[in-house]
């Protein structure tokens, strides 16, 4: 394994030229499911995390789900996350279910621009203990923090739900990249930490980690 401990670094994780036939490029896999109300980021938060882009203009919701790759390296090792794109659509409901169980990492949006996908977080809770695996790796994150004028949910809402059911919580923007990548970094480290790669290393804490590097935006500078 390579890599600075503490470091933590993305890439797309294509095989390099000189890599030997059939020889994995990373440590470990991860699934990480993106779920919320329809129109909350969803597309847009992965897409900034895989290509560094903001897909800005017509709104086109997700049909059914989709996925992307991207292996992150985090204290050493190179961690595959294969992270599902869910549509926020009612209808589509039934389908998204059947992928919970595979599932070992949730991160959960809602709109703080929009009070009903924040309402709605509790619903999404209730579902995520009914269909994904008890010890899922869940996160709170409320995006669109950049549109800063049109905020109806404080991020002390976010943070007292959070704490509520003992999630980590972050405000995001997938429009400015704040805090996407250490959403998934966050994801990555715990499930490296749960893999046992190294037992004599310190227990990590998700929560104390996100709180320690999470960003906070300012009333002026994402507007
Ligand atoms: N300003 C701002 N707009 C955003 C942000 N994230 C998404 N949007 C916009 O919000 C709209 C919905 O974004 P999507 O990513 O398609 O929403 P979704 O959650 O994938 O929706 P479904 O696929 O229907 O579940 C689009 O018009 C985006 O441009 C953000 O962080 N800031
Ligand atoms: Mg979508």
């Known amino acids: 394994m390579t890599g600075t401990p503490g470091a933590a670094t993305t890439g797309d994780g294509e095989a390099p030229e ?51 790759n991207k292996v992150v390296t985090v204290d050493g090792a190179r961690v ?10 009612e209808r589509f409901r039934s389908v998204t279910h059947a992928y919970y169980r595979d599932a070992q990492a949730l991160l959960l949006l809602y709109d703080i621009t929009n009070r009903s996908s924040f309402d ?27 549109v800063s004028s049109e905020r109806v949910i404080r991020s002390e809402d976010g943070e007292t739900l959070a704490r509520e059911y003992g999630v980590p919580f972050m405000e ?20 490296k930490y749960r893999a046992g790669k190294h037992p004599d290393e310190p227990s990590f804490q998700i929560r104390d980690y996100v709180e320690s590097q999470k960003k906070r935006p300012s009333c002026c500078s994402f507007v």
Request: aromatic letters at 10%; one cysteine or more; hydrophobic letters at 45%.
């Open 120 to 146: 709605n977080i509790r619903a999404w809770l209730t579902e995520i203990h009914e269909y994904a695996q008890r010890d899922v790796v869940i996160m709170l994150l409320g995006n669109k923090a950049d």
């Open 80 to 89: 595959k996350l294969q992270i599902w794109d869910t549509a926020g659509q």
């Open 18 to 68: 000189h890599s030997p036939p059939c020889s994995p490029n990373y440590d470990l896999t991860g699934k990480v499911m993106l779920l919320g109300d329809s129109g909350v980021g969803k597309t847009c938060f992965l897409i900034q995390f895989k290509d560094g882009a903001f897909l800005s203009g017509t709104f086109i919701a997700t049909v059914g789900i989709d996925f992307r």
């Open 172 to 191: 995001t923007s997938a429009k400015t990249g704040m805090n996407v990548e250490l959403a998934f970094l966050a994801i990555a480290k715990e499930l």
